[in-house]
Structure formats: structure tokens, C-alpha cells
């Protein structure tokens, strides 16, 4: 048959002008032939049962397994006393990739070079931060080598594997690689052959659509794999390092994460620092991981991304969007403030005083912050110092106190009101932001009337006016980012009135004199 089709595949008209064929036989070889073609499976065998149903032929076949590639490879095997591998026909990629610790383990034996068992096991098999060196072999042989020699035998050992692998002939082997072994490593080459240069993440998709198995099934023997496809057991830097990014990166981002933005999650990493690395949302953060754009993980940066990466992994919803933040609590190690998350408004406005002091101490804004919150922020008004008595007490200046206060409101205002929460080290209970979300909806209807904000969220609240003012005012300095009552706002009219005076004044000058103006 392979005869045959050669001779079709170079003359077309072969069958029309071959001799003692009637119009009737080359008829009849065209159908089979097609038949054949439309009842083959993935590694080239015919499915002769398929084949009778379409041809509508009696069974006179001989039995398939007997002219397969490998049951020739097995009779080849015992004529020459050589050792088949692996020891069963590999049908499916799961089982390929099962088989390969069975295939080395079988070439080794036949070997008998406890120095290339040294290399494969200490290096060939290891992750780059794993392996032993070349000096580190060449002492433990026995005898000792020199550094040049292992790396000899090294790249000998390679190359046979690679040449076996990929179903040549390698001497002094001692074994044989079953055609359907070989064939996976085939496709890998197939797959990769149109393109030079491949991320690490590239490489192993192409070898998980070549194979038809899990990414993470490829991550457990790339080493091996690499070493095999490339010939080299050493790596670029860039290689290694995207390597270490770890399986959750390398399998397809969860369904319940895609889109999401990175903001909502805490992690130690600014909005700033996100912006700055072109990082916005979940699908992003995979991209840059899989790149390699991402900041090495010796780096605060790199290493809080990679455990983001892997928390919110673990955490995706499978069926809906989002996540469990009990787990991804759990897998950040982080603290919840507050541990006990309120269960109604009473229970919100009777402790938030003290739980925004325990956020606002573990934030460390600034050296004062803490004493500038139970002196200014958690008080009720008329008992609030000034900026002048509280800096006679703690030993500073008054725009000092002036300037942390406005940090840290500022800071507790992205956190708690426009949930910026990624820079934050601990998670922040959702009842106690849903009940900030509703807080802020009354300042935004109050219009900077600090009375009407107490008066709306008491009533929607159900909750006394007189209770807890000093919750309201740890409320109003939040969301005002100015304690006391007065809203912080730019003003548009002093800005409207300097463009105003700006276009009546164009075209003359104004003389000012020595004057410095402030």
C-alpha cells in the first residue's frame, strides 16, 4: 500500500496507466483508498471495522495489531536483543506523558553509566534553581571527572535523547523507542516548528494543544521537555525565571476573575504601582506573569503579584463572577478588620470608632497618625483640639499635624470610600464597606450640610441622632477628608473668576513692582 501511494502521489495517472487494470479495478482502488483515508485515527492506524461499514466488504482482513508500527518495532526489537520503550503502545497524551519516567528509567538501565544517571537525575530532571552544577557532578563521580568531561557527556546523553525521542537511531543505546512514543515528540516539533523564539507560556500551550493534556501535566516534566526539544539543560535567566511563575499562571485564567479589577483586592500594591506596570485587572496581571513584563519575584512588586496571582487561583468562583474571600483571605495569610464583620447599623456605629483606629494603626501613614485620629477625627467637636494644642503636645508644628491629618484621611478615603484596596495588607469586611458605600450615598444627598448627613443616615438607619456622634464624626472626616464639619472641595467660582479677570486683562501689562506675592 505505502508503494502504491508513493507512485499516486508522484504520477497522479499512475493507476489509469498501469498494465492489466480495467476501469473497474482503478474505480475500486480510488474508493478504498479514500475509505482509508476518512477511517484513520491519531496515530495512524485503521480502524478496519469503520472501514467495512463505509466499503460494504466482507472482514478478510488480518488482524491490525500485527502490522502496526510498533508490533514491526516490537519483532525488530527482538531480532537485534534490544529493549522496546515503553513497554505498552501509548494512545492519548495523558498516557505519553505517564510513560516518561518508565522510558528513562528503562534507558538508564541499559546504560550502566552511573555518571549520565548523576546528569539526568541532578540536572536533565531538575528546575534551573534545582540542579546540581557541572563541578558538583564531576566531584561526586566516581572515578572524579573534570568539569569538561561532564559537560561532554552531557551533551552527548542529549543528543541521543533527543535523537531517540524523535524516532532516529542513536548507537550504543542499547534500546529502541516505540513509533507511537515517538510520535507525540513529532508532533511537539511539528507544532513548533514556525516559530524561532516562544515565552515559556507560548511553548507550553503549543504543547498542550499538540498533546491534548493539561498545562499543568507539562510543568511537572518540563525540564525534561525542554531538554529534549532544545538539546541544552541549561537556560536563559528570562526562561528560568518564567519557569518559577508556577501552574496557576500557565492554565487559563478562572472564568468568575476575568475582568475584574485588581483594585478590590488587597495586596501591598498601590493603584500607582499597578498603573505604573499597565496592570488593571485580573486578565491583565495573567498577561504580564505570562510574558514576562511582570517584575522579577525578588522584588516586593514581583512577589506580591505572584502571590495575588495564585490567591485569587484559588479563590475564583467556578460558577459565578468573583471569588471567596474566606479563602483568599486564607491563601494571602492575611488579617480581616474587622474580624467580626456588623450585622446591622447599630452594631456598624458602636465600634467603628475603634475599628477605624485599628485599620488607621495598621496602615502606619505617618509617625503622628495614630495620636491625630484619637485626638482630632474620633471626638466629638466640641472636645476636638487644635492644630496648634495638639502640636504643643506632641512636640511638632502645627502645618506638620495639619499635613498628616490630611494624609491619612485622604488615605482612609480611597480605602474605605472608593475601595482603592489593593494597597492595604489586611482585608476589610464587605458588610463594613457595604455600609461605607451607604454612608457616602447620604454625604453625596447632604450637599456639605453636616446636619442633613447625620439626619439622612439616622433615619435610613433607624438608629437615634444623639447615638455615637463621635461615629459620625469619624464618618464625615472620612468622607469630607476634612474633620469638623467643613467639606473639602476645590472652588469653581474662584477659578471661574481668575479665568474671567485673565481674558478682561489680556493684552496689557500689570506692574506688580518689588512685591512678593504669596
Known amino acids: 500500500m505505502g508503494g502504491l501511494l508513493s507512485n499516486i502521489e508522484l504520477v497522479p495517472s499512475y493507476l489509469n496507466k498501469a498494465r492489466r487494470l480495467s476501469h473497474e479495478d482503478v474505480l475500486c482502488i480510488r474508493n478504498r483508498l479514500n475509505t482509508v483515508s476518512m477511517t484513520l485515527d491519531g496515530i495512524g492506524l485503521i480502524d478496519w471495522d469503520r472501514f467495512d461499514e463505509l ?3 466482507q472482514s478478510t482482513h488480518v488482524d491490525a495489531t500485527l502490522t502496526t508500527p510498533d508490533h514491526l518495532a516490537e519483532q525488530k526489537s527482538i531480532q537485534d536483543g534490544l529493549q522496546l520503550l515503553p513497554s505498552a503502545t501509548i494512545r492519548s497524551g495523558g498516557q505519553f506523558i505517564n510513560s516518561l519516567p518508565d522510558v528513562l528509567a528503562g534507558l538508564m538501565h541499559v546504560r550502566h553509566s552511573p555518571v549520565d544517571d548523576l546528569i539526568l537525575e541532578q540536572r536533565i530532571l531538575r528546575l534551573p534553581g534545582e540542579r546540581q552544577t557541572l563541578e558538583e557532578i564531576a566531584s561526586a563521580s566516581l572515578p572524579a571527572l573534570t568539569r569538561e568531561r561532564v559537560r561532554q557527556r552531557e551533551a552527548k546523553l542529549l543528543e541521543q535523547l533527543s535523537s531517540l525521542f524523535l524516532g532516529q537511531t542513536a548507537k550504543g543505546v542499547g534500546a529502541r523507542i516505540r513509533p507511537s512514543f515517538s510520535l507525540y515528540w513529532q508532533k511537539a516539533a511539528e507544532q513548533l516548528s514556525h516559530s524561532s523564539q516562544l515565552t515559556v507560556y507560548c511553548f507550553v500551550e503549543s504543547l498542550s494543544s499538540a498533546w491534548n493534556v493539561d498545562p499543568a501535566e507539562i510543568l511537572a516534566n518540563l525540564p525534561l521537555i525542554l531538554a529534549v526539544l532544545t538539546s541544552k539543560a541549561t537556560l536563559p535567566p528570562g526562561v528560568r525565571a518564567q519557569i518559577n511563575e508556577g501552574p496557576e499562571v500557565f492554565s487559563p485564567i478562572p472564568s468568575g476573575i476575568q475582568g475584574l479589577s485588581l483594585t478590590e483586592f488587597p495586596c501591598g500594591i498601590t493603584t500607582g504601582q499597578l498603573a505604573a506596570l499597565n496592570i488593571g485587572t485580573a486578565d491583565d496581571l495573567w498577561r504580564s506573569l505570562r510574558t514576562g513584563q511582570a517584575p522579577p519575584p525578588t522584588t516586593p512588586i514581583g512577589r506580591g ?17 468573583g471569588i471567596d474571600w474566606s479563602v483568599y483571605q486564607a491563601s494571602m495569610e492575611m488579617d480581616c478588620l474587622p474580624e467580626d464583620d456588623p450585622s446591622d447599623a447599630s452594631c456598624f456605629l458602636s465600634n467603628l470608632p475603634e475599628w477605624v483606629e485599628r485599620i488607621v ?8 497618625s495614630l495620636e491625630i485620629y484619637r485626638a482630632r477625627i474620633s471626638v466629638a467637636r466640641t472636645s476636638r483640639p487644635t492644630l496648634l494644642m495638639l502640636a504643643q503636645t506632641l512636640g511638632t508644628h502645627g502645618p506638620s499635624i495639619k499635613r498628616e491629618e490630611s494624609i491619612m484621611l485622604r488615605a482612609m478615603n480611597e480605602l474605605l470610600v472608593q475601595r482603592e484596596l489593593c494597597s492595604s495588607d489586611v482585608c476589610i469586611g464587605r458588610s463594613f464597606l457595604s455600609f461605607w458605600a451607604n454612608a457616602a450615598s447620604f454625604f453625596a444627598k447632604s450637599e456639605g450640610n453636616y446636619a442633613a448627613f447625620v439626619r439622612s443616615a439616622s433615619i435610613s438607619w433607624g438608629v437615634s441622632r444623639g447615638s455615637r456622634p463621635e461615629a459620625f464624626e469619624v464618618l464625615w472626616a472620612i468622607l469630607s477628608q476634612y474633620p469638623g464639619g467643613r467639606i473639602r472641595r476645590p472652588s469653581s467660582t474662584g477659578h471661574a473668576k481668575q479665568m474671567s479677570m485673565n481674558s478682561a486683562n489680556a493684552g496689557t501689562i500689570k506692574l506688580r513692582g518689588f512685591r512678593r506675592p504669596h
Open 55 to 57: 466499503s460494504g466488504v
Open 361 to 368: 494603626e495598621r496602615m502606619k501613614l505617618s509617625s503622628n
Open 305 to 321: 503579584l505572584r502571590n495575588l496571582a495564585r490567591a485569587l487561583s484559588t479563590a475564583a468562583l467556578s460558577n459565578e463572577i
